[in-house]
């Protein structure tokens, strides 16, 4: 089993698992610890937020996909413990376009899917509790993510035979 190097993801795999020990130790000596994905606060202190981030990726043909929204309660709970003022944060690259929205989570209580269509989209940026962002790729070709139909796999490997054969 042994090869003598370690997997290409194995940095980002021993700096999970060490901030999992850390994590564990801390809480065995009573600490009261929590994974939340960001913590944000203003320069005066006046606001300190714990943001529960989730991104999504979504590939051509369903960039209007909604997202299924994480239940917040042990975020919630994770930032009362710190005195942190709970948001979320929704972030997905649909193709051309990465839209971001940041917000508390009271102001999507009890909605279980964060839509994207843009009758949507267009709420979320006329709601004054919506903080939102877009960065556009105008000069960059959009590369079609879609997966291929087994049709067009089958295709592809019988052409790369037939090549072969020549």
Not at 23 to 41: F, P
Not at 116 to 131: F, L, W
Not at 134 to 149: D, F, G, K, M, Q
């Amino acid at each position: 089993m042994e090869t003598g190097r370690a997997s290409t993801r194995h940095s980002k795999i021993t700096g999970d698992f060490a901030e999992a020990l850390v994590l564990y130790w801390l809480s065995k000596q009573g600490y009261e610890c929590a994974r939340v994905d960001l913590i944000a606060s203003k320069p005066d202190g006046s606001l300190r937020m714990g943001i529960s981030v989730q991104g999504r990726s979504r590939p051509v043909g369903l960039e209007t996909s909604s997202v299924n929204l994480h239940p917040p309660q042990s975020a919630i709970a994770a930032c009362k413990s710190f005195k942190l003022e709970p948001y979320s944060a929704i972030v997905v690259d649909a193709g051309a376009v990465i839209r971001g929205y940041l917000f508390k989570f009271e102001c999507l209580s009890g909605i279980k899917y964060f839509q994207m269509t843009e009758r949507a989209q267009k709420r979320y940026k006329s709601n004054k509790e919506i903080r939102y962002f877009e960065l556009s790729a105008t000069n960059w070709p959009l590369i079609s993510r879609r997966v291929p139909t087994k049709k067009a796999a089958v295709n592809k490997v019988v052409q790369g035979q037939s090549h072969r054969r020549r």
